[in-house]
């Protein structure tokens, strides 16, 4: 069997969730992680819905976020369900969108960014979405 695909990340998204692309293969606990947003929103948007999950809206939230500057990493995939964790950047020249600016974000700005992060995520209608502390990560799942 052969697998379409335009990116790595596009694969590994088929891969991960197979059954909504006819593959013989799923894999219920995998994550791929990415600096590359447009990428990883583009294979998102490919999975049109997993019960409350909509890949478009997802992907649509994963681009804003990165258009704010909220994100220095994310990631992706399965923890039975859909599962999207999202790093916001300790310094400026971070952020995966572009900046010049070479600074620490003091703890007020991270704070804001995670409230933004948290708003931003909550009209996607995830199940579980709270605080990964020792990672200092955003985590949404759809169930």
Known sequence: MEVEYKSGMELAVKVIFGEDFGLPVRLLSAK??????????NAIELIESYNNFEGKAVADALRQMHNEGLIMEAGFGREQSPVLY???????????????????????????????????????????????YGDYKVRAWWD
Do not use: C, G, Y
């Open 32 to 41: 791929v992680e990415t600096r590359e947003i447009e990428e990883l929103a």
């Open 86 to 132: 999202i790093t916001p950047p300790f310094w400026t020249h971070q952020r995966t969108k572009p900046s010049k600016e070479r600074r620490q974000f003091t703890e007020q700005e991270r704070n804001a960014m995670f409230r933004q992060i948290f708003e931003i995520l909550e009209k996607t209608n995830p199940d579980e979405l709270d605080l990964v």
